[in-house]
């Protein structure tokens, strides 16, 4: 069975304030160095390897293991998911 990566992005749901993304952008300002950037937002990004028989039960199988460990917070979070065959796999 092929391996593939799954990505999955965790990040605030908009709305939500994110102090990271904003002190980042604060110190950019602060700089002058990129006035044109009004907004920046942060995310988490988890990366597994998984061997499954295609891509759809992989990233079904990652987002039930995410759902199951409740690696997220589903009243703030949001998630994406996506899913490409690693190199080299056959």
């Given at each position: 069975?092929?391996?593939?990566?799954?990505?999955?992005?965790i990040e605030n749901k908009p709305g939500?304030?994110?102090?990271?993304?904003?002190?980042?952008?604060?110190?950019?300002?602060?700089?002058?160095?990129?006035?044109?950037?009004?907004?920046?937002?942060?995310?988490?990004?988890?990366?597994?390897?998984?061997?499954?028989?295609?891509?759809?039960?992989?990233?079904?199988?990652?987002?039930?293991?995410?759902?199951?460990?409740?690696?997220?917070?589903?009243?703030?979070?949001?998630?994406?998911?996506g899913v490409s065959e690693q190199a080299?796999?056959?």
């Amino acid at each position: 069975m092929p391996a593939f990566v799954v990505s999955v992005t965790i990040e605030n749901k908009p709305g939500i304030s994110d102090p990271e993304g904003e002190t980042i952008l604060n110190d950019l300002v602060l700089r002058g160095s990129s006035e044109e950037i009004s907004r920046i937002r942060t995310a988490k990004m988890l990366k597994f390897t998984i061997i499954e028989a295609d891509k759809e039960s992989a990233g079904d199988r990652v987002e039930k293991i995410c759902n199951d460990l409740r690696i997220f917070n589903p009243l703030v979070s949001s998630v994406s998911i996506g899913v490409s065959e690693q190199a080299g796999s056959n």
